[in-house]
DNA sequence: ATAATCACCTGCTCGC
DNA sequence: TGCGAGCAGGTGATTA
């Protein structure tokens, strides 16, 4: 579900509510998500204050304690902040009981996403150390794109969602992003120009950063962490599009499958 | 090293 | 109305 704006909405909705304050509980109901929920997470964090909310990536981090919690949301999962009272539901899989009366609670269909428990430098951790830059970031530019896409044959769209070299675009950005710099997302990657990079480098940061400003894409069940869902989608040139017109040029847009990935292009604006 | 596919899981929509 | 097929916002592991 969540691409970076997604968990950027996410971590500035619940950061207010739980930054600065201690962790009374920790309630694991399902632990078999993407991977076990560490049976000792709880010994770990309770009694313990939440110093920060961060993000990378898509990753959020809670540094708690000797440690940091490390959370993804999957594909399906969200994070909100309820009352003690609201009893829990259907696929809510993990509370973090914050002093203060509030709770951040997981919910999570699918299972893809994860709670576990670092310890040390996290920016070592087997998830996290091969990550490339962020997108909103100074160290990610044209230059890079060119420069790691060199001898790449396979297709722009999937080097763009490789977050090896950029952490952050999923599968809505990265259409949007190649629609606004006019380029094919079926274009091998090691054949495109530096002056290409340049636009789809600013075109990445500009959609992942209009999407932020608008609190993400709610395409079905996505809530950040006030539970409202977010604007985006409204503002989606091509994905989610397929057959319609293409808003620039009134030609239908093509929809075709990359890598098993639906993936939406107008055949005239993009080169 | 790169590229493609598989796997993890539930829920929803579509066509028959 | 029921049922199987296919698809969904991610990504690590596996396979060529």
């Not at 109901?29 to 998500?33: C, V, Y």
């Given at each position: 579900m969540p691409e970076l704006p997604e968990v950027e909405t996410t971590r500035a909705g619940i950061a207010p509510w739980c930054e600065g304050r201690r962790v009374e509980q920790l309630i694991v109901?399902?632990?078999?998500?993407r991977w076990l929920v560490p049976d000792d997470l709880p010994q770990h964090v309770?009694?313990?204050?939440?110093?920060s909310v961060s993000r990378r990536g898509k990753y959020l981090l809670f540094r708690v304690g000797a440690g940091t919690i490390l959370v993804h949301l999957g594909m399906s999962g969200s994070l909100r902040v309820v009352t003690p009272e609201e009893p829990p539901s259907f696929h809510d899989h993990v509370d973090l009981v914050c002093e203060g009366g509030h709770v951040l609670r997981f919910n999570d269909p699918r299972r893809f996403g994860c709670w576990l428990w670092l310890e040390g430098d996290?920016?070592?951790h087997k998830l996290l150390r091969n990550m490339g830059p962020?997108?909103?970031?100074?160290?990610?530019d044209g230059a890079l794109l060119f420069n790691k896409s060199r001898g790449r044959r396979g297709p722009v769209k999937n080097f763009i969602m490789d977050g090896k070299i950029?952490?952050?675009?999923?599968n809505i950005y990265a259409n949007e992003a190649l629609f606004a710099a006019g380029?094919?997302?079926?274009?091998?990657?090691?054949?495109?120009s530096r002056e290409r990079y340049d636009r789809l480098a600013a075109e990445i940061r500009a959609v992942l950063a209009a999407a932020i400003t608008q609190g993400g894409t709610t395409l079905r069940d996505f809530v950040g962490g006030d539970g409202k869902p977010g604007y985006f989608r409204q503002e989606l040139q091509v994905y989610g599009r397929g057959g319609q017109p293409c808003r620039r040029c009134k030609r239908p847009l093509k929809e075709v499958r990359i890598s098993q990935r639906s993936t939406v292009f107008c055949v005239a604006c993009q080169r």
């Open positions: 109901r399902e632990s078999r998500l309770e009694g313990q204050r939440i110093e996290v920016s070592k962020e997108p909103l970031s100074d160290a990610f950029v952490v952050g675009a999923g380029i094919r997302p079926d274009r091998a990657a090691g054949r495109i």
